[in-house]
């Protein structure tokens, strides 16, 4: 068994996270994660009312006692979500763990540490790393440039953001992006981290509530088969490479505005990729790590499987050292 800052701060069995993820992180999927001994994660603006987000807790809850964790996501918007009702719903059912992401959680976080709940921040960079700890956070979740969805502006990748938030970081912190198995975690461990968080590998998992059809195109689906849109918008998104993400590129490659390409990435076209099994309907994110995925197992399979992969891999490697021979 890996014992890490991580898996003993939060409770948990393995250093391994199911991370927040729109459409995807839902009530069983959560659940398997938790109840195989990694922290499963509900998503709580899939849930259209903090009320429905309180029944979707409620639902994992009948699956697993274990520890479960919510994420908030916090964005800038027109008509922003309300953000401290679904925060509310988070206290009000019981929830001990929450990941936030997105912008400044500074004021869901002082709420959330009022009622003792730990609080892990996900960023993209050392330096807001460095700024969700002097906030409060209890711990880190970092994502190098290989993930889905928002990688960030400075474009750098694990090998080295992890070593680098290793060396900043008082708090602990996981490893996100890129991460598929259990050579990952071993890697991540080694250069500092407490445990990795997958995304796209939760996704192809039988609790998973994306379509098949989607789950074995990422099965299908190389390094090579992923996008980043609105770069010149400096708000770059990775998502998978599709005849949509193509045309958001070259929009913008020609000195296109959002406008211009706001019916084209609409939520809801992504989510009927999910539900239809449709690839080219819409913007949906996936990271380079597919590349790495071969096979859709129950998500409590995963779980312990890396866990065993990783800590076989450190056997293996401690293996190649070689004492030196007495001479004389």
């Known amino acids: 068994m890996l014992k890490t800052r991580f898996t003993e701060e939060f409770g948990v069995e393995h250093p391994i996270v199911q991370g927040g993820m729109m459409w995807v992180g839902r009530a069983e999927l959560a ?9 499963g994660i509900i998503t709580a603006l899939t849930q259209p009312t903090p009320e429905d987000l309180v029944k979707e807790i409620a639902k994992a809850r009948e699956l697993t006692d274990k520890p479960l964790g919510v994420n ?8 922003q979500p309300p953000y401290a009702e679904y925060r509310q719903a988070i206290i009000d059912s019981g929830i ?3 990941e936030t992401a997105g912008s400044d959680p500074t004021v869901h976080v002082e709420h959330f540490k009022e009622h003792g709940i730990k609080v892990i921040h996900k960023c993209t960079s050392v330096r807001h790393a460095l700024k969700a700890q002097r906030i409060g956070v209890d711990a880190v979740s970092i994502d190098g440039f290989e ?17 680098a938030a290793a060396d900043a970081l008082t708090i602990p912190f996981i490893a996100s992006g890129g991460f598929a198995d259990g050579r990952g975690l071993a890697a991540a461990l080694s250069l500092g981290a407490a445990g990795i968080n997958m995304g796209t590998r939760f996704m192809c998992t039988v609790e998973s509530p994306i379509h098949e059809k989607i789950k074995e195109q990422i099965v299908g689906a190389s390094e090579l088969d992923t ?6 918008l400096r708000n770059t998104m990775r998502a998978s490479k599709n005849s949509v993400s193509e045309e958001v590129v070259e929009i913008l490659g020609k000195g296109g505005r959002f406008k211009d390409v706001q019916d084209l990435v609409a939520g809801t076209r992504g989510r009927k990729v999910y539900e239809n099994g449709d690839s080219e309907a819409g913007i949906w994110t996936v990271g380079m790590v597919q590349g ?8 409590g399979e995963l779980v312990t499987r890396i ?15 070689v004492e030196p021979v007495p001479v004389g």
Request: charged share 15%; net charge negative.
């Open 31 to 39: 659940a398997a994660v938790s109840e195989a001994g990694g922290l």
């Open 72 to 79: 908030l996501t916090l964005t800038l918007s027109i008509n």
């Open 96 to 98: 001990t763990i929450v």
């Open 147 to 163: 993930c889905a969805g928002h990688p960030g502006e400075d474009d750098v990748p694990g090998l080295v953001l992890i070593p």
């Open 227 to 232: 996008q980043l849109i609105f770069r010149q």
């Open 292 to 299: 790495l995925i071969n096979d859709i197992p129950s998500a």
């Open 307 to 321: 866990a065993a992969e990783a800590e076989a891999k450190i056997r293996g490697i401690s293996d190649l050292v």
